[in-house]
Nanobody, 124 residues
Framework: QVQLVESGGGSVQTGGSLRLSCAAS????????LGWFRQIPGEERQFLAA????????YTGSAGRGRFTISKDDAKSTVYLQMHQLTREGTAVYYC?????????????????WGQGTQVTVST
């Protein structure tokens, strides 16, 4: 069983930066495909970025392209999401997700494990 715990959320001003972390336990972290999503209340989860297990290939969705970067540290079993130039639309709960197989995917059903989420609030 894979467990994911996000951290690093909080309040930030428009145009600011924030780095989210997601610590994983259970299984072999280096073998997981990993992703970040966010959800605004009343809306569907939105894909942000993903990173493959073995090659480290990344894929960033349109919501974060040019501003968000996903990375991971296998030694720490942690995946990160660095966010720059945050806008008011960035106010949401941010989730990390994992899949026990290789690949890079931007859709929810690819991922079988999810964290509890961390709140990010962007204000002027």
């Amino acid at each position: 069983q894979v467990q994911l715990v996000e951290s690093g959320g909080g309040s930030v001003q428009t145009g600011g930066s924030l780095r989210l972390s997601c610590a994983a336990s259970g299984g072999t972290f280096s073998a997981y495909a990993l992703g970040w999503f966010r959800q605004i209340p009343g809306e569907e989860r939105q894909f942000l970025a993903a990173i493959s297990a073995s090659t480290g290939i990344t894929y960033t969705g349109s919501a974060g392209r040019g501003r968000f970067t996903i990375s991971k540290d296998d030694a720490k079993s942690t995946v990160y999401l660095q966010m720059h130039q945050l806008t008011r639309e960035g106010t949401a709960v941010y989730y990390c997700a994992a899949n026990k197989q290789n690949g890079v995917a931007g859709y929810e059903t690819f991922y079988g494990y999810w964290g509890q989420g961390t709140q990010v609030t962007v204000s002027t």
